[in-house]
């Protein structure tokens, strides 16, 4: 059973066009987050939600928003996305931020096309 | 400096042996978390293994093993008797307890590992 659920798989959007990419989850987990990876390059965490609370990463651009409207979901909004912008995006959920037994899981993934 | 260093860009292994990726890490947190997580081309990231700061046992999952030096903060995986279906990209990475907090996972480069018929 499908735990983390990305959608859509596959996204191609147009440069300057707003984007958003969902993300679910079944396993009743406080937090969620959202990675990018770009081509041949290690995840990159954009920002997390522990419950409601959100928490950006510092070098994470204003172009990228969040939403975690309840529990379950969580959307990734780009405003103007930007050729760099296209990358696989990688949400993950985790019951706790630390000990053990709190490992992140993740989705298959958002790849994002740009044109 | 980088916090988590994979020097094997790639790696062959022949089907059935077993191989071993590497892995160092950088952290003054005295708690932390070693993952290693499986990459397909299909881009899902897979769980493979966890290895706490104070477990004083190596990990272990079926064929996956954790080779985990504290002292040298080495955290290698073992992947015993290879299939061909373990060909994939291989992240180490590591979240840091108290800095901060957030649960973040930072990744190493990754090593793809191709399996041989």
């Known amino acids: 059973d499908a735990m983390v659920i990305q959608n859509p798989r596959y996204q191609v959007t147009q440069f300057g066009k707003p984007v958003t990419l969902s993300c679910s989850q079944t396993l009743n987990h406080n937090v969620m987050y959202w990675y990018q990876q770009k081509s041949s390059q290690a995840p990159k965490l954009l920002f997390h939600?522990?419950?409601?609370?959100?928490?950006n990463e510092a070098d994470t651009p204003d172009n990228f928003q969040s939403r975690r409207p309840n529990t379950s979901f969580c959307f990734l909004d780009i405003r103007s996305p930007g050729l760099g912008d296209a990358a696989m995006y990688l949400c993950?959920?985790?019951?706790?931020?630390?000990?053990?037994?709190?490992?992140?899981?993740f989705g298959p993934g958002t790849r994002l096309t740009v044109l | 400096a980088q916090k988590i260093t994979q020097t094997q860009p790639g790696m062959f292994v022949q089907e059935k042996e077993a191989v071993t990726l590497d892995c160092t890490y950088d952290t003054s947190d005295q708690s932390y978390g070693l993952f290693w997580y499986k990459q397909p081309s299909s881009g899902e990231m897979i769980f493979l293994i966890y290895?706490?700061?104070?477990?004083?046992q190596n990990a272990t999952e079926g064929r996956y093993s954790l080779n985990f030096q504290k002292a040298r903060k080495s955290a290698n995986l073992v992947i015993s008797a290879s299939q061909l279906g373990d060909s994939a990209m291989y992240f180490c990475?590591?979240?840091?307890?108290?800095?901060?907090?957030?649960?973040?996972?930072?990744f190493g480069q990754g090593t793809t590992l191709q399996v041989k018929p």
């Open positions: 990475a590591m979240r840091e307890d108290l800095s901060g907090n957030t649960g973040k996972l930072i």
């Open positions: 939600y522990y419950d409601k609370d959100f928490n």
């Open positions: 993950a959920t985790s019951r706790e931020t630390s000990g053990r037994g709190n490992e992140q899981f």
């Open positions: 290895q706490g700061s104070y477990d004083e």
